[in-house]
């Protein structure tokens, strides 16, 4: 009964529509054709964040995510084109250094077409710069700035679109607990994510952390922290911190002998890490994040798969859904500061990485911490930390 009587509703649409001399096709036409945003010229939403230097991949990796979201919606509105400011003379590339990012903001800020961003990438250069972007108005959703203590400075413009490394570190520990650790060493890099997520891993790995210590990522020699570990004769080594420098302490760990099995957090979560360790020095290191993997949607991968040749690395699903959460707002015609800054505070609804909707700190729900593993010179994807 329910069927005929859709069939039936169906029919009489179609009927209708041909009485009126409108074909399904013109109607399918015109109905795209509303949808289409109109809205001023030169809108700009942002990126700030590392796009060179060191770590430069884990920022290339966010733009590449976004740049999909602003490649589709760009297609779709001829008349509402929006730029997505993140190379030549509109970059924002920090290097992920809190001392060149607090610059950029000022640059960021003064260009009044710049009505949102995406970023800052990194935890320091977000704790340099959020003030500016909280005295100008300016809404921000980090994909990549995990130190929980971020969230707890009354901020009202920052927002963050992954779970904080108070989430990230409980996974970790669970982790190394559950491979049979009997003695860990916890090395990090001093800065704010990689100390931030250290400090948390150690406040819970309790009796088990029997050595510590932090290096200078700008050093080279990383020899007291190795030898620290290897007077300790630890069995599992975590380091809270970026890829370059954790390629180059497995490296120089290996070389001193000491057998323990490396972890890392998402800082650490790319390729090159294996690349600039070498895939036997890399092999069976540990690592986890927060960030959803490149699979988390097919449609999203497929895009990303033929724009790039490759598929959807850490941090660009997240990337993703923040330029979705922006051009939400520019579609539900709020393409100002305070507009959008009003709009993202209550937005609510699905992305392709999680459901979003930020609490008054700027965080989102969820603590889900995804694991990977160094086989055969690749991150193979192992599963969720439970």
Not at 71 to 81: H, P, R
Not at 320 to 333: E, N, P, S, T
Request: proline share 3%; net charge positive.
């Amino acid at each position: 009964m329910i069927k005929n009587f859709r069939f039936a509703a169906a029919s009489t649409a179609a009927a209708m529509l041909v009485a009126f001399g409108v074909t399904s096709s013109q109607a399918a036409t015109k109905a795209k054709a509303a949808k289409t945003v109109t809205c001023a010229k030169g809108i700009k939403i942002a990126f700030m964040g590392a796009l060179s230097g060191d770590n430069g991949q884990l920022g290339q990796n966010m733009v590449d995510g976004a740049q999909i979201a602003f490649d589709d919606w760009n297609k779709a509105n001829k008349n509402c084109q929006i730029e997505f400011a993140k190379k030549g003379s509109s970059s924002f590339d920090s290097q992920g250094d809190p001392a060149q990012a607090s610059p950029l903001a000022d640059k960021l800020l003064g260009d009044k077409k710049i009505v949102a961003l995406i970023g800052p990438g990194f935890s320091g250069e977000t704790k340099a710069t959020m003030p500016k972007f909280e005295e100008a108005g300016l809404s921000m959703i980090t994909p990549g700035a995990t130190n929980a203590k971020l969230a707890e400075n009354g901020w009202k413009q920052f927002h963050r679109i992954l779970a904080n490394d108070d989430k990230q570190g409980p996974g970790i520990v669970t982790l190394i607990k559950g491979k049979g650790a009997k003695a860990v060493g916890v090395i990090d890099d001093a800065s704010e994510y990689g100390k931030g997520l250290a400090d948390t891993v150690r406040s819970g790995l309790g009796a088990l952390d029997v050595a510590n210590d932090t290096i200078d990522p700008k050093g080279s020699d990383f020899s007291a922290a190795v030898n620290k570990m290897k007077a300790a004769n630890v069995d599992f080594i975590f380091y809270g911190g970026y890829y370059a420098e954790a390629a180059k302490m497995v490296k120089q760990l290996r070389d001193a002998g000491v057998k323990a099995t490396f972890v890392g957090g998402d800082g650490v979560l790319d390729q090159k890490f294996i690349d600039n360790a070498g895939a036997t020095t890399a092999e069976g290191s540990l690592i986890t994040a927060t960030g959803a993997p490149g699979n988390v949607n097919p449609a999203f991968q497929a895009k990303f798969k033929a724009k790039y040749s490759k598929d959807p690395t850490l941090y660009a699903p997240e990337a993703y859904d923040c330029a979705q959460v922006f051009l939400a707002a520019i579609k539900a015609g709020k393409p100002t500061r305070a507009a959008i800054s009003a709009f993202v505070s209550a937005y609510d609804a699905d992305g392709i990485t999680k459901h979003i909707k930020f609490t008054p700190q700027g965080e989102v729900a969820g603590d889900t911490v995804f694991s990977y593993q160094a086989t055969s010179g690749v991150l193979k994807y192992i599963g969720i930390v439970k």
